[in-house]
């Protein structure tokens, strides 16, 4: 678990650190320090810095828009930002979205999305349908609704009983470590969507909202993307029961692993609701969004109940955040930066794959993780994320269910900092090795 900042400081705040320090600039990939030093961005903070530390152009859109108008209330008004922003995801969605909200923070996106998962059966008439599954090993988010749907233990346990008891848990699609052995990763995703079947049965069918999964597993297991098959399977289920599926792609959505979205990369199988945020506007402003899939604006606009969202937030839809988040995904297709992500996310696995003590290297473009093998038994992923730190690049650390880093560097990386970044996370591990 993380420790508290410094007591002489009065800003509360959870670190991981003990190189916890003041950031004063960015300069591209790197966050220079007070005291001068550098540190690459070796995991954009969480994934979400995607166009590192000093885009002009974000920059200027937000200076424009904060002296244009920099917040108007949305139920007086609607933005020209926030219009531009809704259509231009609808618009690249491959008509998997028709409207979008946009919020501050991903857990309020996720909290968006299980209310509107919600509302759509409300509006059909089948208020009885309240249950959501999730899945073991996820992370959702930390508002209480958020994180009742993840599964994150250290996070849960001193909330638990705050917890919506709407909440089951399956297990996660995790083939490299749960596999069982002389199973084939066909077998073992029939054997997770039996499990879902049963759950179903247990419950009553007619009983469940929605269900959420991360396609590509983030900060708990550490880039896991879901097996051939399973994303598909779970569609099926969900639609032979009437139960809408929720992706939340806060993590590893818009662009992280080399397409918009991540089921794009994933059998292109679509969701009837998204949750995105990090990579959304880059980290230059807060804001996430919920994306809206047509059975659900359907139900709410013509459904036998139908009604407006049942929900807001004082800073939705806020108009410097869109103008942020459009210039961020406008400057990632005017510089082609997915392909950045690939042809980027193919050298670092390469480079990755020279490091010692290593369990697995996992994940897509530029979202990926490397679990090690410790030598001792004794986990070493925090000890080298330290390292890593000491030695110039930040590292994500995932959740104690496994030893593991992510790397998710800004979408703009060079070869010559993806090769700086793998040759300081060696020179962490062979450190920690050698103290041990
Ligand atoms: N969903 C996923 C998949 C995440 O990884 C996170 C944060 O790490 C969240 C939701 C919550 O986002 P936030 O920390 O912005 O509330």
Not at 25 to 41: A, H, M, N, Q, T
Not at 112 to 136: S, V
Not at 403 to 425: G, N, S, Y
């Amino acid at each position: 678990m993380g420790s508290a900042a410094p007591a002489s400081s009065a800003l509360l705040q959870r670190t991981l650190h003990k190189e916890y320090a003041e950031a004063v600039c960015g300069e591209g990939v790197y966050v220079i320090r007070s005291d001068g030093s550098r540190v690459l961005d070796g995991c954009c903070g969480a994934a979400v810095s995607c166009l590192g530390h000093s885009d002009k152009v974000v920059i200027d859109a937000i200076v424009k828009q904060a002296q244009k108008m920099p917040f108007v209330h949305g139920s007086f008004f609607t933005n020209g930002p926030a219009e531009q922003l809704a259509k231009l995801l609808v618009d690249a969605s491959d008509g998997a979205f028709s409207k979008a909200v946009f919020l501050s923070s991903g857990s309020e996106a996720v909290e968006t999305a299980l209310k509107l998962a919600r509302q759509h059966h409300l509006c059909n008439g089948q208020p009885q349908r309240w249950k959501y599954i999730a899945r073991e090993g996820s992370y959702h988010g930390n508002t209480i609704g958020a994180l009742s749907a993840s599964h994150n233990p250290q996070r849960r346990v001193p909330f638990a009983p705050l917890l919506s008891p709407a909440f089951r848990h399956v297990a996660p699609c995790f083939f490299s470590r749960d596999g069982s052995s002389g199973e084939d990763e066909k077998a073992y995703v029939e054997r997770l969507l039996a499990e879902y079947e049963t759950v179903f049965q247990l419950e009553g069918p007619e009983t469940i909202a929605a269900v959420i999964v991360e396609p590509v597993a983030g900060a708990t297991l550490g880039a896991v993307p879901a097996s051939k098959g399973y994303l598909s399977g779970l569609r099926k289920l969900c639609d032979r029961y009437g139960v809408l599926l929720i992706f939340d792609e806060v993590m590893c959505g818009l662009g992280r692993v080399g397409t918009t979205h991540a089921w794009q990369s994933l059998g292109g199988i679509k969701p009837d609701l998204q949750t995105i945020g990090k990579g959304l506007a880059a980290g230059y402003q807060p804001i996430s969004g919920v994306l809206i899939g047509p059975s659900v604006v359907e139900s709410m606009e013509h459904g036998e109940h139908g009604s407006p969202f049942i929900s807001a937030h004082t800073y939705q839809a806020h108009p410097i955040a869109c103008a942020a988040a459009l210039a961020t995904q406008h400057t990632i297709a005017s510089r082609h930066l997915l392909d950045n992500v690939q042809k980027m996310g193919i050298l670092l696995r390469q480079n990755l794959s020279r490091l010692p003590h290593v369990h697995e290297v996992r994940g897509i473009g530029l979202f990926l993780a490397v679990e090690f093998a410790s030598k001792t038994g004794k986990p070493m992923a925090s000890s080298v994320a330290q390292a890593c730190l000491e030695g110039g690049a930040a590292v994500y650390l995932c959740a104690s269910l496994v030893d593991a880093v992510i790397l998710a560097p800004p979408f703009i990386i060079a070869p010559e900092e993806v090769e700086k970044l793998v040759a300081t996370l060696e020179e962490a591990v062979v450190a920690v090795v050698t103290r041990a």
